[in-house]
């Protein structure tokens, strides 16, 4: 069975930083694409970013570029993204995704990420 | 970054059909599948078509999606109590490089 298990959210003031992980089992992590995507109280979905198999490409939504960074370790079969410059406008709950667009879509139950003083 | 439009809601009786539509440019919609997916109150989303038709096994027959130019959208038929949710189209965005959701949709059974 595919599981996505988000971990690392948490309150965070403006400015802070956290990291956030998403541990992967039932498949083989190694041969998809993963991507985040956040979801804040009542609004709609928001693609956050997107890493290759083999982590050699990326992309991100603009309002996160330079300040969040994707990323990947296949040999822990774990997806990380690592928020730095917080902004109240970042809180939302985060979810891991595996072959975001495709037949092999799968989500995890995301983790939570307030950013508040 | 919501570039795909859909109407913020849609209703109708038990048994009934319901549309819902998606309406995007030629950078996303106009050249790359959509997808649609299911978002169950308090739940993450759930894929429910993809490739603009295609249902992934497990998904009732009664959805059925479609694609047209730069629209898309997709059919509840036979609607359910269990399908009242929110359903988000998305798509690829060349222009972009990144991946559009659609403003979503709430369904409610009347």
């Known amino acids: 069975e595919v599981q996505l298990v988000e971990s690392g959210g948490g309150l965070v003031q403006p400015g802070g930083s956290l990291r956030l992980s998403c541990e992967a089992s039932?498949?083989?992590?190694?041969?998809?694409?993963m991507s985040w995507v956040r979801q804040a109280t009542g609004k709609g979905l928001e693609w956050v970013a997107n890493?290759?198999?083999?982590?050699?490409?990326?992309y991100y939504v603009d309002s996160v570029k330079g300040r969040f960074t994707i990323s990947r370790d296949n040999a822990k079969n774990s997806l990380y993204l690592q928020m730095n410059s917080l902004r109240a406008e970042d809180t939302a709950v985060y979810y891991c995704?595996?072959?975001?667009?495709?037949?092999?879509?799968?989500w995890g139950r995301g983790a939570l990420v307030t950013v508040s003083s | 970054q919501s570039v795909l439009t859909q109407p913020p809601s849609a209703s109708e009786t038990p048994g009934q059909r319901v549309t819902i539509s998606c309406s995007g440019s030629?950078?996303?919609?106009?050249?790359?599948?959509v997808i649609w997916y299911q978002q169950l109150p308090g739940t993450a989303p759930k894929l429910l078509i993809y490739?603009?038709?295609q249902r992934p096994s497990g998904v009732p027959d009664r959805f059925s999606g479609s694609k047209s130019g730069t629209s898309a959208s997709l059919a509840i038929s036979g609607l359910q109590s269990g399908d009242e949710a929110d359903y988000y189209c998305?798509?690829?965005?060349?222009?972009?490089?990144?991946?559009?959701f659609g403003t979503g949709t709430t369904v409610t059974v009347l």
């Open positions: 995704a595996r072959a975001l667009g495709s037949g092999d879509c799968s």
């Open positions: 039932g498949f083989t992590f190694s041969d998809y694409w």
């Open positions: 890493i290759k198999q083999d982590g050699s490409v990326k």
């Open positions: 030629r950078s996303n919609i106009g050249n790359n599948p």
């Open positions: 490739n603009n038709d």
């Open positions: 998305a798509a690829w965005d060349g222009s972009l490089s990144g991946f559009v």
